[in-house]
């Protein structure tokens, strides 16, 4: 900056160049030029010092190296004599040192031995007195120790007749323990003995579960006759006349509850199961139930007495804390005598009537009567008579079965017919509770609506 004021121009070149830009407008451009030449100038003197600073630099950085060096030279030398004088230092410090260690080994092997000598001395006084005092601690201990066996002694003598009055009544209290735990399993065995002989059933409580599924609605069912009673002929009490119709009641049953296993609800039925007609009513359904209580069952029990009948029947599902148990009629029994007189009249009705129709088309019923034989005949006509004789009685206001020697003669075809009436009323027992239970009692998912009312005109149809 100071070498740039000396190439000012003077004041007076100013005011000559002042009008002349005002005028041609070159004082931008003039000032441009000034500047530029001012930086130039500036750029040379600044490399020029910039050189001069660098060749300084490394005259002094040479003058620095030959120092180092020189110093170096002469560290080198001092240190070697150095070295030289210190080892001639050290080998005399070390005969010095092993001279004194010398003397210093003698005085110390001295000294060790004399403290040998006395610590010898000392050990065997103390060995001395601790022999003294271990005699009379010995002996101390054996007076006490005597002391502690006798008082231990009777310690354990106490201790033991207390433990033989606590062990005998340890034994008083275990054997009434145990007399009472055996009195308890031959009560337990008692009662199961007698659960098992009143159980009304052939198989019992679990094979009945193995064999049907928890959720299917089991219907058991007991006929009226047993051919097999293990109870014997006496139990059931039964009159000749009554009809053996078990095996046609079965499958009329099994075809009602085919068809509910087709609509897709769940049903199983079991017979041949009842063991005897000497158990009945509550106590054989609460029986049952005690052990069946987690399956849904219906047990229907046809009963006969002298010329009567009922259906004693009783139901359960899972959440039940009871069996429900009734009875069809709930009072007056049906009479099956008068049923079966019943399918028997309805037969000889249209034999009449078909006999009569022979009569009217050929003017006679040999041959019609000779299809059966004469002695049938004169039975069916026997029976006819009988049958007005009830009506006569009817219209008197008299009991019919007040007439004396009214016995029909009852063929097979009416004791199937019999048989299906009795079917029918069980059937409907059946089917109502089987819809209550679908309808009711099964969780929401799987409730279906009844299918009695579906079946019932089919059953209808059958006693017409």
């Not at 001395?121 to 006490?144: C, D, S, V």
């Amino acid at each position: 900056m100071t070498k740039s004021l000396p190439k000012k121009k003077p004041w007076f070149q100013y005011l000559v160049e002042l009008p002349i830009d005002l005028i041609f407008k070159t004082r931008s451009a003039r000032i441009s030029s000034e500047a530029a030449r001012i930086n130039n100038d500036n750029l040379i003197e600044y490399y020029e010092k910039r050189d001069s600073i660098q060749q300084k630099m490394e005259a002094g950085k040479m003058q620095l190296q030959a120092l180092i060096q020189q110093r170096n030279f002469e560290f080198q030398y001092e240190q070697s004599h150095f070295n030289r004088h210190f080892q001639g230092k050290e080998g005399k410090l070390n005969r010095e040192l092993q001279t004194q260690l010398a003397i210093l080994n003698q005085e110390f092997q001295a000294q060790d031995g004399k403290l040998n000598r006395e610590l010898q001395t000392e050990l065997a006084r103390l060995n001395r007195e601790f022999q003294a005092q271990e005699g009379n601690l010995n002996r101390e201990n054996a007076y006490q120790l005597e002391i502690f066996r006798a008082k231990l002694q009777i310690f354990l003598q106490e201790k033991q007749k207390d433990l033989q009055l606590q062990l005998k009544e340890i034994d008083v209290t275990l054997a009434r323990e145990l007399k009472a735990i055996d009195l308890q399993n031959n009560l337990t065995v008692i009662r199961q003995q007698r659960q098992l002989n009143n159980w009304p059933l052939t198989l019992d409580d679990e094979q009945i579960k193995e064999i049907v599924k928890s959720d299917n609605l089991l219907i058991l069912f007991v006929p009226p006759i047993l051919k097999y009673d293990r109870a014997g002929a006496g139990a059931n009490s039964l009159p000749n006349t009554f009809p053996d119709i078990e095996q046609g009641l079965n499958r009329r049953l099994r075809a009602f509850l085919e068809k509910y296993k087709q609509s897709g609800r769940k049903v199983d039925f079991l017979t041949g199961v009842w063991m005897t007609k000497a158990f009945s009513g509550e106590g054989a359904f609460k029986t049952i139930f005690s052990g069946l209580k987690s399956k849904p069952i219906l047990v229907i029990n046809t009963l006969v007495e002298r010329t009567y009948y009922h259906l004693e029947y009783s139901y359960w599902s899972q959440n039940f804390q009871e069996p429900y148990i009734d009875s069809v009629p709930k009072e007056e029994p049906f009479s099956w005598l008068e049923l079966l007189y019943f399918a028997t009249k309805e037969r000889l009705l249209k034999w009449e009537a078909q006999r009569n129709k022979e009569k009217i088309e050929k003017g006679t019923t040999e041959e019609f009567d000779g299809a059966l034989g004469g002695e049938f005949v004169n039975k069916f006509l026997a029976d006819l008579e009988l049958i007005k004789r009830e009506n006569r009685m009817l219209e008197i206001g008299e009991d019919p079965n007040n007439l004396p020697n009214r016995n029909y003669t009852v063929t097979e075809p009416d004791k199937e017919t019999f048989s299906r009436l009795i079917a029918i009323q069980i059937c409907l027992l059946i089917g109502r509770t089987a819809d209550e239970y679908f309808l009711l009692d099964v969780p929401p998912q799987e409730r279906q609506p009844p299918l009695l009312p579906e079946l019932l005109p089919k059953l209808l149809e059958e006693i017409s």
